[in-house]
């Protein structure tokens, strides 16, 4: 492959990297954390999977499961089928936006989306937001947390805590370190117990710390990770807004 092909082929990560040993550490810890929680059965889709080194190791890892990567650029998948399309359970496709993306799933599908959703724009994140997690059962979702303008990237998106609820409401943290930006989540598609009339409980005061304790792991990853770094717990009227704007 020439130079310019190999340059158009950088997608996610800016790599031609194909041999795993090889890929850095940070972002082979993702794929690591990615592979714990595959599920028992059905499709899994990499949204950006660029070419596909990192969908190639989950694929090897677990031969009995379907894996489709799908990439804005088709540099990045032609580059990626050159190297990879002798594993049979890997499909990699290029296709032009987030619509054709969510055509492409099937319902129930579950999502790998490590370091995209900040690579989204205003239009593109409502869109995701709406109507591809629509087809997602359950997804590892990887990004930098509350950070957009750093140098040498592209990150169009600052995602924070707020953010994360209303993508993936009732998510599990799987890795946040103390003053890192780095954040993992996995997520799947629960019976909503939101509402207050459910609940039987009336009033603000009493609904929101019952809902609280549905949510759980929403409720603690609050109190303990809004401000991480400082390690400040919000307060009690900070909770209650930011768990009203993703359970009403």
């Known amino acids: 492959m020439s130079k310019a092909s190999r340059d158009d082929a950088r997608g996610q990560y800016r790599t031609t990297v194909t041999r795993w040993a090889f890929v850095p550490l940070y972002i082979r810890y993702r794929y690591e954390r990615a592979r714990e929680r595959l599920p028992a059965r059905g499709v899994v889709y990499e949204l950006g999977c660029g070419v596909g080194v990192g969908l190639s190791y989950l694929a090897r890892s677990r031969p009995d499961l379907t894996f489709v990567g799908i990439d804005m650029s088709e540099g990045a998948v032609e580059y990626g089928r050159e190297h990879f399309g002798w594993i049979e359970n890997l499909t990699l496709k290029a296709l032009p936006d987030l619509a054709a993306m969510e055509k492409e799933m099937p319902q129930g599908c579950f999502l790998v989306a490590l370091e995209v959703i900040e690579h989204l724009t205003d239009a593109q994140l409502i869109e995701f937001k709406t109507n591809l997690m629509s087809k997602v059962d359950a997804a590892v979702f990887s990004f930098p947390y509350d950070q957009q303008n750093i140098e040498g990237t592209d990150h169009l998106q600052s995602i924070d805590i707020y953010d994360i609820f209303e993508i993936f409401p009732g998510f599990e943290t799987v890795f946040m370190r103390r003053h890192s930006i780095k954040f993992i989540g996995y997520w ?10 459910h609940l039987k409980i009336g009033g603000e005061d009493k609904t929101i710390p019952a809902i609280a304790n549905v949510v759980g792991p929403a409720e603690r990853f609050v109190k303990r990770r809004v401000d991480a770094r400082s390690e ?3 307060e009690p009227s ?10 009403w």
């Open 232 to 234: 400040r717990v919000p």
């Open 238 to 247: 900070v909770i209650r807004t930011g768990l009203r704007r993703f359970l």
């Open 188 to 197: 799947e598609r629960r019976r909503r117990l939101y509402l207050r009339e």
